[in-house]
C-alpha cells in the first residue's frame, strides 16, 4: 500500500488517491445543515443530485451511505448547531464527500462488540471508501471519504 501525501496537520487513516480538488477547481456541490439527525436525509438527497447531474449514479448507493455516517459521527460526537457537507467531483470518477463540524477531536474507528448499539459506522466508511481522513480547520475539523466505482 503506497502513501499519498497529506497536508499539514490532516490525518489520513486509509491511505488513497489525493483528494483535492485540482488548483483550476472540481465541480462540488455543498450545503449547510444543523447538526441533527434528520440532517442525515437532506445530506443523502444533495449526494444523489450531484452523482445524477456528473453521471456518477454507479456510486450512489455506497456515497449516500457513506455521507449518513459521517454525518451520523458529527450529530453524535460534535459541537456547534451546524454541520457543512460537500461533495465533490473528482478526475478519477470517484467522488469525495465531506462533513465538517466544530469539535477539533479527530475521529476514532473502533472495534464494536456484539452487543453494542453504535460503533459500526467508521467501519462501514472504511469498508465503502476508497480511503478516508480527517482535515484540521481553524474552528473543527472536516472529515472525509473518497468513494469509487
Known amino acids: 500500500m503506497s502513501k499519498t501525501p497529506t497536508p ?3 490525518q489520513r487513516l486509509r ?8 488548483g483550476t477547481g472540481c ?5 449547510t445543515l444543523p447538526r441533527v439527525g434528520e440532517s442525515a436525509v437532506v445530506a443523502r438527497r444533495l449526494v444523489g443530485q450531484a452523482l445524477g447531474v456528473w453521471h456518477r449514479d454507479a456510486l450512489a448507493d455506497a456515497a449516500r451511505l457513506v455521507v449518513t455516517e459521517l454525518v451520523a459521527n ?3 460526537h460534535a459541537e456547534g448547531a451546524n454541520i457543512r457537507v460537500t461533495i465533490t467531483r473528482l478526475d478519477d470518477g470517484g467522488v469525495h464527500v465531506g462533513v465538517a463540524d466544530k469539535s477539533g477531536s479527530r475521529p476514532e474507528r473502533r472495534v464494536a462488540q456484539p452487543d453494542d448499539v453504535g460503533g459500526r459506522g467508521l467501519a462501514l466508511v472504511d469498508h465503502m471508501a476508497t480511503a478516508w481522513g480527517s482535515d484540521p480547520l481553524p474552528d473543527g475539523k472536516r472529515v ?3 468513494v469509487s466505482a
Do not use: D, I
Not at 491511505?15 to 485540482?22: C, F, M
Open 15 to 22: 491511505p488513497g488517491p489525493l483528494t483535492r480538488p485540482s
Open 8 to 10: 499539514a496537520g490532516s
Open 27 to 31: 465541480p462540488a456541490y455543498s450545503e
Open 144 to 146: 472525509w471519504a473518497v
Open 74 to 76: 458529527a450529530v453524535e
